[in-house]
């Protein structure tokens, strides 16, 4: 179970950072998760109702992500300062964590994963999709749909900057350990409210600042 939470961080990453251009808004995806192995049934009701929210304007990003009530992360990026806040928020409290985007092209080693663009298309949600297929060290082949239609500026967690994927991620599939998890987009906003908060680099009341390392001890 572990092992799929950091599989699904880690397309998180990729997500959120698509070769982007312009414009600004708001999409949020619907998270889905089946399996046929007994053992995950222990899981799937602490999954329900997950999903990931991404918002986006010139320069800066913001990605929300939950996954049931396992646990809460939300990542801010700000361009210009080179700036990430991650907020944490589960069973072990409320981590705040401040890295930058050269920490965070690190992270990954890009000639980890393989990008495929392919020539099919569908539509999802009213815009025309292309298909790509991601290919994970471990040999496991992630399916993805974007578009060209919608293109974002979101420069902070550059695990994946550069492998060519010339737009947003509508739809993608994953297949590990005999579970499948399936996020779709369901709403696509073009205008946004409040930039300000959302944005914010301030940490909230109640979270605990902690650096990567420490985080790390914890088991995170």
């Known amino acids: ?16 950072n698509l070769h982007a251009q312009h414009t600004e808004g708001h999409i949020s995806y619907s998270i889905d998760f089946s399996s046929s192995q007994p053992d995950f049934q222990m899981y799937a009701g ?14 800066k990003s913001r ?55 392919v020539n099919e298309t569908k539509d999802i949600a009213g815009y025309k999709c292309k298909k790509a297929l991601i290919t994970n060290p471990e040999g496991n082949v992630y399916t993805f749909w974007y ?3 919608v293109k974002m500026t979101t420069k902070g967690q550059k695990y994946f900057d550069g492998y060519g994927i010339p737009g947003m991620a509508m739809e993608f599939e994953i297949a590990e350990q005999g579970m499948n998890m399936k996020m779709s987009a369901t709403l696509l906003e073009k205008k946004l409210p409040k930039k300000d908060k959302l944005f914010s680099m301030e940490v909230p009341e109640g979270y605990t600042v902690m650096t990567q390392e420490e985080l790390m001890k914890m088991g995170q």
């Open 1 to 16: 179970m572990q092992k799929i939470i950091l599989s699904v961080f880690a397309i998180l990453a990729l997500v959120v």
């Open 46 to 59: 602490m999954l329900q109702g997950s999903k990931m929210d991404i918002y986006f304007t010139k320069g």
């Open 63 to 117: 990605a929300e992500m939950k996954m049931g009530t396992i646990m809460e992360t939300t990542t801010i990026t700000e361009e210009s300062s080179g700036k990430i806040l991650t907020l944490m928020s589960g069973m072990m409290g409320k981590k705040a964590i401040h890295s930058n985007q050269s920490d965070a092209a690190n992270e990954v080693p890009k000639d980890d994963f393989k990008v495929e663009l």
């Open 147 to 149: 578009t060209e239609e």
